[in-house]
């Protein structure tokens, strides 16, 4: 069992649609959980982390983290063609040497 | 924010070569770096961990004599792809980490022919 599980997609929506991204997680040591967003041939761009449970937000963007189900989100409002792209979650446990450990990613188009 | 610049974007060599790809951390030092492979429509896959001053500690099943890394400075990790063949194209990403989040170089298109 892999210690990450994100759905791979492909996810389709329509532009203003708001999308959601999910990641299970299977070890409780995880502190710090991440998302990432990556366009073809780019590497990975930071959107977002966040330190235990709760909520953070950033503009159209945000995170939700529940670790009593071991279930994180990430919600984007309004979503825009120029969304389109990878969505990868991550999780760190300190204790792992400062590893991350990705999700499979999930390919998003906003379609206009 | 952060800044980890990446080179080259891309680089086609002839089998049997020997590719380096540089990994510089712009505004902060970074004792450690991390490289990655990414395959088409795939997750990242951790290939190893670069220390500063010290040896770099490899993924099971990565080859370290293939795939020499020297982490020579604090803004500076390099990864060489030795003997390089067909089998070691691929899209190589390094990472390095700031705080918290880590940053992503934009990453090293490798095409063997």
């Known amino acids: 069992q892999k210690e990450v599980e994100q759905d791979p997609g492909p996810l389709s929506v329509p532009e203003g649609a708001i999308v959601s991204l999910n990641c299970t997680y299977s070890n409780s040591a995880f502190q710090y959980f991440m998302w990432y967003r990556q366009y073809s041939r780019k590497g990975p761009e930071l959107l977002m982390y966040?330190?235990?449970?709760g909520n953070k937000e950033d503009g159209r963007f945000t995170a939700q983290v529940d670790k009593s189900s071991k279930y994180i989100s990430l919600f984007i409002r309004d979503s825009q063609p120029s969304d389109s792209a990878t969505y990868l979650c991550a999780m760190l446990k300190e204790t792992s040497g400062s590893r991350l450990t990705f999700g499979e990613g999930t390919q998003l188009t906003v379609n206009p | 924010g952060a800044v980890v610049s990446q080179h080259p974007s891309r680089v086609i060599c002839k089998s049997g070569t020997s590719v380096k790809i540089e990994c510089r951390s712009l505004d902060f030092q970074a004792t450690t770096m991390f490289w990655y492979r990414q395959f088409p429509k795939q997750s990242l896959m951790l290939m190893a961990t670069s220390n500063e001053g010290s040896k770099a500690t490899y993924e099971q099943g990565v080859e370290k004599d293939k795939f020499l890394i020297n982490h020579a400075s604090l803004t500076l990790s390099t990864l060489t792809v030795t003997s390089a063949h067909p089998e070691d194209s691929s899209f190589y990403i390094c990472s390095a980490r700031e705080r918290v989040g880590y940053t992503f170089g934009s990453g090293t298109r490798l095409t063997v022919v």
């Open positions: 966040t330190y235990s449970s």
